[in-house]
């Protein structure tokens, strides 16, 4: 099984950020599952990879090639791969993982965690989605998007397509325990 993890190229102001994101990873290693990133070393990024080399994990980095100076590439991966743009990195990370857990993480976090999650809404795949809440770093997302729900721009069986936990080791229970949830993915305009 492989996770990919979406996170910071920063570390954040609370040094609990850097500390779940090297514990993840090493977390990942022990239970034996592979981490597909975007394969910098800087921020929180580097800090999930460092955590799972170090454990003897498998660690799979896919960065556009734009960016290695940027994000400046992770010397101790298993594999790194560079791709020409960010849809190729994308792409590429979500073929090579099983689930999808989001760290904290700015908008290009979030922007890989809601494309994803939307796949999973329109049936494109049935891989499961996470938010690790780490500090409730989380909350405010979780409180709008239950307003999504509460305006009927969202179904709540799609809202309850997101998983979220606060502890690593319950999130990775539940990932590891996914079923699929039976509904229809295809319901109309309402949800784009």
Known sequence: MR?????????????AYGAAARNFGALLARRGIGVVYGGGS???????ADGASKAGGEVIGVIPDA??????DHTGLTELHVVANM????AMMAEMSDAFV?????IGTFEELFEVWTWSQLGYHEKPCALLNVNGFYDAMRAFIDHVVAEGFLRADHRDMLMVHEDPEELLDA?????????????GRQDL
């Open 3 to 15: 996770i990919c993890v979406f996170l910071g190229s920063s570390i954040g102001v609370s040094p």
């Open 102 to 106: 989001a760290l904290p993480g700015g």
């Open 67 to 72: 960016l290695r100076a940027r994000e400046q």
């Open 175 to 187: 990932l590891t325990g996914y079923v699929p949830p039976v509904v229809p993915h295809w319901v």
């Open 87 to 90: 849809h190729e990195r994308k």
């Open 42 to 48: 800087i921020g929180l990024m580097g800090l999930v």
